[in-house]
């Protein structure tokens, strides 16, 4: 849509006004400042909540959905989407697991994801389909003892404004890009963390445990906070294939370190890839960006994507702070028709920073993957250094991986090592392994989950056996 | 146990085995020798079922069952193991892994079971040993970074922990040093029994000497032209297959 257009919906007056909307529980689709209002109100957020969003909103319209990706998807209808919808109510969603496509539960099964658990995932409506309650009790206690504030992003804006307004948006200012800048405007759903000084978060926290968490939102915000000394590896997603009704996903995540804090931050993103022909997936614009304000500190992204029919995400981190560590260790997999362009920045800007990525395309089917990879070393960066490796798997002749790293090097002290290897999965290393004995799928499995290793030792135990069965899902029949 | 019938075997159009015949029975242990490009590696490719292999004419079979007719993994299964000239790499998956999954994938396929983690580990070791193989190699990614003499010596232990009926060794000599050559050749050498067969395919001599076989045949141009005992190889070792050549034509 033209600007000028959106200008004129903009300045379009309050003809309904927000204020009866209130009395709905969903709005039409369209977006305008009456939208902004509503969500705002609905929420219940103060005034100065309202003024950013609004900033926001009249900074995207001034801009430009990027074109530099290597994607390629029909323009976004942005007047087409429903900002917000409240959950749905129980008698519209399938009453029992036989209303769910078998297909799903299919999938289910062969991730091993337990009875209890499958109802809830394909959004059946039962109440406490598991003990979530009591879970989340025994949870919330425990870090309420250890100080570590654990809610969703709506309760904290209401509950702790002085640290919203301190770190909301220092990360990923609210015009960082466009995607961005419309998440800003216009989140509903997401979570908050603080860990206060010298804490280690007694347990990983996940979203899967976080009270309504169940419906993923369509524009997530996270916002992780770790003081001095302080530690949290925070999980986000789930293996299972979510059932999700919205096309357009577009997330920020700001994470922020102080003197010697870690964050540890881990996805396994499994959403809907669309069918044979790629239609109906999932888009996914993604904002995840780490500051590494305090010395010492250090943040680590580690991702596993396999799903939605684009991926546009490049978990990046800013080395501030002296002797701060960047890390970014990735596995994508493509299969169908999907289109991945992911990859990291490492801006260095203190002495001493070190950055490592280690990133891991596979392609199969008439998928399309790109790396993109800038790492940056500001003027008073001395010393310091990046590890990149870089590398492609190819399943059968259709696909397709491309890498595109950029290098800014500002500083000549600094130290920067680049390997990058593109193969094909060998049919010789399949018929070395079938050879054995192995059948053609295990042999695959096999080979895609030894290139990945790299990646998979630095995802918490328990994520890593999921996302290995969840890798053999995803790529089967990927080569016959 | 294995009979190969007039097998004409294509390539990228161009015919490479020309009509091959061969029987070989449980006990045994058969040399194929012949010049480059004759079809010695091309015939242990196409019993053990690689790709790109065209088969015009001809049968296979192996204990009665049509081997052209099973997958890859189908032929394993059965027990034909076929140990390769030179070995893939295959990053980030462990060795003992790779054995593991094979010895029950077989096992599976045979209705035998999984074999239990510490038998496995026990069977494994000691076949490490036989090979004066340390076991870090376990944890080593397969065939990644071995010299050429670790890819040799590991395809031999796959074979003594997998046990084939039939290990057919594709120049398992090339590229090794006198020693690795013994350690190999013990290997092989205990796989020597009743109920097995083996089938080498050399280019020299020099392995027969460590290896001895009951039957040594002589491959040029697509076809066995010659078949005899041990003593065999010595000749062409004298005489060079030139003088086979000659002498056939």
């Given at each position: 849509m033209a600007s000028e257009e959106m200008e004129q919906l903009v300045r379009r007056d309050y003809?309904?006004?927000?204020?009866?909307?209130?009395?709905?529980?969903?709005?039409?689709?369209?977006?305008?400042?009456?939208?902004?209002?509503?969500?705002s109100n609905k929420k219940g957020e103060p005034e100065w909540m309202l003024e950013w969003r609004l900033d926001a909103y009249r900074q995207w319209l001034k801009m430009e959905s990027p074109s530099w990706a290597h994607l390629d998807y029909p323009p976004i209808d942005y007047q087409s989407i429903s900002y917000f919808s409240a959950p749905k109510r129980p008698e519209d969603r399938p009453q029992s697991l036989d209303e769910v496509d078998p297909k799903l539960l299919e999938t289910y099964e062969k991730l091993g994801?337990?009875?209890?658990?499958?109802?809830?995932?394909?959004?059946?409506?039962?109440?406490?389909?598991?003990?979530?309650?009591?879970?989340?009790?025994?949870?919330?206690?425990?870090?309420?003892?250890?100080?570590?504030?654990?809610?969703?992003?709506?309760?904290?804006?209401?509950?702790?404004?002085?640290?919203?307004?301190?770190?909301?948006g220092t990360v990923v200012p609210v015009a960082d890009n466009y995607f961005a800048a419309l998440n800003s405007a216009v989140f509903t759903d997401g979570s908050f963390v603080f860990v206060p000084e010298g804490v280690k978060c007694p347990m990983e926290l996940s979203t899967y445990f976080r009270i309504n968490a169940a419906n993923t939102g369509q524009f997530e915000r996270t916002l992780?906070?770790?003081?001095?000394?302080?530690?949290?590896?925070?999980?986000?997603?789930?293996?299972?294939?979510?059932?999700?009704?919205?096309?357009?996903?577009?997330?920020?995540?700001?994470?922020?370190?102080?003197d010697d804090a870690y964050i540890k931050y881990s996805t396994v993103q499994n959403w809907y890839p669309g069918d044979e022909e790629g239609k109906g997936g999932i888009y996914n614009f993604v904002t995840k960006r780490g500051d590494c304000r305090g010395a010492r500190s250090r943040i680590s992204w580690t991702q596993v994507e396999t799903g939605s029919a684009i991926t546009w995400k490049y978990p990046s981190c800013i080395l501030r702070g002296k002797d701060s560590i960047g890390e970014f260790y990735s596995v994508a997999v493509t299969n169908g028709r999907q289109q991945a362009d992911t990859g990291t920045k490492m801006i260095h800007i203190g002495e001493g920073t070190r950055s490592y990525i280690v990133s891991k395309g596979i392609s199969a089917g008439k998928s399309n993957q790109s790396y993109r990879g800038l790492v940056k070393i500001g003027p008073r960066a001395k010393g310091a250094r990046n590890f990149t490796q870089c590398d492609s798997l190819l399943i059968g002749d259709k696909c397709g991986a491309h890498t595109f790293p950029y290098q800014e090097i500002g500083n000549s002290t600094a130290t920067i090592e680049h390997e990058a290897t593109t193969s094909k999965i060998g049919e010789d290393q399949l018929f070395y392994c079938q050879s054995r004995g192995i059948s053609e799928e295990d042999a695959v499995s096999m080979i895609v989950n030894g290139f990945c290793k790299d990646v998979f030792q630095e995802l918490p135990m328990e994520f890593a056996v999921e996302a290995e069965a969840l890798l053999n899902v995803t790529l089967e029949g990927a080569v016959g | 146990m294995l009979q190969v019938n007039d097998l004409h075997v294509t390539v990228e159009g161009k015919e490479i085995l020309k009509g091959l015949t061969l029987t070989i029975n449980a006990g045994e242990v058969h040399a194929i020798m012949g010049p480059n490009g004759a079809g010695k590696s091309t015939l242990s490719a196409v019993i053990a079922g690689k790709d790109g292999y065209e088969v015009t004419q001809g049968t296979v079979t192996f204990e009665g069952q049509d081997?052209?007719?099973?997958e890859i993994e189908e032929r394993a299964?059965?027990?034909?193991?076929?140990?390769?000239?030179?070995?893939?790499?295959?990053?980030?998956?462990?060795?003992?892994?790779l054995l593991k999954s094979a010895l029950n994938a077989q096992r599976v396929a045979r209705g035998e079971?999984?074999?239990?983690?510490?038998?496995?580990?026990?069977?494994?070791?000691?076949?490490?040993?036989?090979?004066?193989?340390?076991?870090?190699?376990?944890q080593r990614a397969v065939n990644e970074g071995f010299s050429g003499g670790e890819k040799k010596r590991n395809e031999i232990l796959q074979m003594l922990v997998l046990q084939p009926k039939l290990a057919?060794?594709?120049?398992?000599?090339?590229?090794?040093?006198?020693d690795a050559m013994k350690v190999v050749a013990d290997g092989v050498n205990s796989l020597r029994a009743d109920e097995r067969a083996i089938l080498l395919v050399t280019h020299y001599q020099r392995l027969l000497d460590y290896i001895v076989p009951d039957k040594v045949h002589v491959l040029v141009d697509g076809r066995i032209v010659k078949t005899g005992d041990a003593e065999l190889a010595k000749e062409l070792e004298a005489n060079g297959y030139e003088g086979i050549e000659e002498f056939v034509a």
């Amino acid at each position: 849509m033209a600007s000028e257009e959106m200008e004129q919906l903009v300045r379009r007056d309050y003809k309904e006004g927000f204020v009866t909307d209130i009395e709905s529980d969903t709005l039409p689709p369209g977006l305008d400042e009456n939208t902004i209002a509503f969500i705002s109100n609905k929420k219940g957020e103060p005034e100065w909540m309202l003024e950013w969003r609004l900033d926001a909103y009249r900074q995207w319209l001034k801009m430009e959905s990027p074109s530099w990706a290597h994607l390629d998807y029909p323009p976004i209808d942005y007047q087409s989407i429903s900002y917000f919808s409240a959950p749905k109510r129980p008698e519209d969603r399938p009453q029992s697991l036989d209303e769910v496509d078998p297909k799903l539960l299919e999938t289910y099964e062969k991730l091993g994801i337990p009875l209890h658990e499958r109802a809830a995932l394909a959004g059946v409506a039962v109440d406490a389909v598991f003990d979530s309650v009591s879970v989340t009790t025994t949870f919330k206690k425990e870090l309420a003892e250890a100080g570590v504030i654990f809610c969703s992003i709506s309760e904290a804006i209401r509950d702790y404004p002085e640290l919203i307004k301190q770190y909301l948006g220092t990360v990923v200012p609210v015009a960082d890009n466009y995607f961005a800048a419309l998440n800003s405007a216009v989140f509903t759903d997401g979570s908050f963390v603080f860990v206060p000084e010298g804490v280690k978060c007694p347990m990983e926290l996940s979203t899967y445990f976080r009270i309504n968490a169940a419906n993923t939102g369509q524009f997530e915000r996270t916002l992780i906070i770790c003081e001095s000394r302080a530690q949290v590896s925070y999980l986000e997603g789930c293996t299972a294939p979510m059932r999700d009704e919205n096309q357009l996903h577009a997330a920020v995540v700001e994470l922020v370190a102080l003197d010697d804090a870690y964050i540890k931050y881990s996805t396994v993103q499994n959403w809907y890839p669309g069918d044979e022909e790629g239609k109906g997936g999932i888009y996914n614009f993604v904002t995840k960006r780490g500051d590494c304000r305090g010395a010492r500190s250090r943040i680590s992204w580690t991702q596993v994507e396999t799903g939605s029919a684009i991926t546009w995400k490049y978990p990046s981190c800013i080395l501030r702070g002296k002797d701060s560590i960047g890390e970014f260790y990735s596995v994508a997999v493509t299969n169908g028709r999907q289109q991945a362009d992911t990859g990291t920045k490492m801006i260095h800007i203190g002495e001493g920073t070190r950055s490592y990525i280690v990133s891991k395309g596979i392609s199969a089917g008439k998928s399309n993957q790109s790396y993109r990879g800038l790492v940056k070393i500001g003027p008073r960066a001395k010393g310091a250094r990046n590890f990149t490796q870089c590398d492609s798997l190819l399943i059968g002749d259709k696909c397709g991986a491309h890498t595109f790293p950029y290098q800014e090097i500002g500083n000549s002290t600094a130290t920067i090592e680049h390997e990058a290897t593109t193969s094909k999965i060998g049919e010789d290393q399949l018929f070395y392994c079938q050879s054995r004995g192995i059948s053609e799928e295990d042999a695959v499995s096999m080979i895609v989950n030894g290139f990945c290793k790299d990646v998979f030792q630095e995802l918490p135990m328990e994520f890593a056996v999921e996302a290995e069965a969840l890798l053999n899902v995803t790529l089967e029949g990927a080569v016959g | 146990m294995l009979q190969v019938n007039d097998l004409h075997v294509t390539v990228e159009g161009k015919e490479i085995l020309k009509g091959l015949t061969l029987t070989i029975n449980a006990g045994e242990v058969h040399a194929i020798m012949g010049p480059n490009g004759a079809g010695k590696s091309t015939l242990s490719a196409v019993i053990a079922g690689k790709d790109g292999y065209e088969v015009t004419q001809g049968t296979v079979t192996f204990e009665g069952q049509d081997v052209l007719e099973m997958e890859i993994e189908e032929r394993a299964q059965a027990g034909l193991l076929l140990g390769f000239q030179y070995p893939v790499e295959i990053p980030g998956v462990k060795n003992i892994y790779l054995l593991k999954s094979a010895l029950n994938a077989q096992r599976v396929a045979r209705g035998e079971g999984e074999m239990p983690a510490p038998e496995f580990m026990k069977l494994v070791k000691e076949k490490l040993g036989f090979m004066k193989m340390d076991a870090s190699f376990l944890q080593r990614a397969v065939n990644e970074g071995f010299s050429g003499g670790e890819k040799k010596r590991n395809e031999i232990l796959q074979m003594l922990v997998l046990q084939p009926k039939l290990a057919m060794l594709d120049e398992i000599d090339s590229g090794l040093d006198i020693d690795a050559m013994k350690v190999v050749a013990d290997g092989v050498n205990s796989l020597r029994a009743d109920e097995r067969a083996i089938l080498l395919v050399t280019h020299y001599q020099r392995l027969l000497d460590y290896i001895v076989p009951d039957k040594v045949h002589v491959l040029v141009d697509g076809r066995i032209v010659k078949t005899g005992d041990a003593e065999l190889a010595k000749e062409l070792e004298a005489n060079g297959y030139e003088g086979i050549e000659e002498f056939v034509a």
